[in-house]
């Protein structure tokens, strides 16, 4: 259902990851690994949703690290979406 609503794939997976375990802390290759996407791809997505204030990076050593800005204006409303959407997802796989 979120993809109906995030059309990125990519950006919808780093949403989630971001949304659902909120204290995660990675750079773009770990990440890269985690959900198994282009590296280029995740880092143009990362750079988007930090602009808009979603994430947060802070440098370490040559790294750049993101983690999620709990502050974000509507991080509990879309936390509480994503949480949701997996729910659902999870109980339409029992059903099929």
Do not use: C, W
Not at 19 to 46: M, S
Not at 51 to 56: E, P, S
């Amino acid at each position: 259902m979120l993809d109906v609503f995030i059309t990125s794939r990519v950006r919808r997976k780093i949403i989630v990851v971001y949304a659902k375990y909120p204290d995660f802390k990675t750079h773009v290759r770990g990440l890269a690994k985690l959900i198994k996407e282009d590296a280029g791809n995740i880092q143009r997505e990362l750079k988007r949703l930090e602009k808009i204030g979603f994430l947060i990076s802070e440098r370490q050593g040559n790294t750049k690290v993101y983690y999620t800005n709990k502050h974000f204006i509507i991080f509990k409303e879309l936390q509480s979406i994503v949480l949701k959407s997996q729910r659902s997802n999870q109980k339409k796989q029992q059903y099929a």
